[in-house]
């Protein structure tokens, strides 16, 4: 009998060594391809965001002009921009800063002005890039309203 447990313990089967290198070669493959494909991903996600922002605080500046009955003016640099009332600050936006998102930069022929009715004094049109995608385009009219473009 005693005999009889050895041989069912020596015939057990169990995973070897190589096999479980293996199978780690192959989780470490996935991984390093869908890490890729992540950091492919973001710099668009990033875009559509910042344009998502700047649309929603154009709006702000909008609804603040119509409602304190004052002009808002939006001054644009690479990746900042603030909205001023008159010549306070009354939103300043830097994508770095506040969300950690390198490589958004923006640009804009002029700078709009939203008149205390709502409307633009001008067609205005905003670029949005981050890093190799295809630009985003803010486009304002002179109605006051905001549209995203691709």
Not at 17 to 35: D, H, K, P, R, Y
Not at 69 to 78: E, S
Request: proline content about 2%; hydrophobic content about 40%; overall charge positive.
């Amino acid at each position: 009998m005693l005999h009889l447990k050895k041989k069912i313990i020596m015939n057990s089967s169990a995973f070897t060594l190589i096999e479980l290198l293996f199978v780690m070669a192959i989780f470490t493959v996935l991984a390093s391809v869908g890490v890729y494909s992540i950091n492919m991903y973001l710099p668009k996600q990033r875009q559509f965001a910042a344009a998502r922002v700047l649309k929603t605080d154009l709006v702000k500046a909008r609804v603040h002009a119509i409602k304190t009955r004052t002009n808002q003016t939006v001054n644009f640099q690479k990746s900042t921009y603030d909205i001023k009332q008159d010549s306070k600050v009354f939103l300043k936006r830097n994508f770095k800063k506040d969300f950690n998102w390198s490589g958004v930069e923006l640009k804009s022929s002029k700078n709009p002005t939203f008149n205390m009715d709502g409307t633009v004094d001008d067609v205005s049109t905003i670029e949005i890039k981050c890093g190799g995608s295809d630009p985003l385009f803010i486009t304002m009219t002179i109605t006051g309203n905001i549209k995203i473009e691709s």
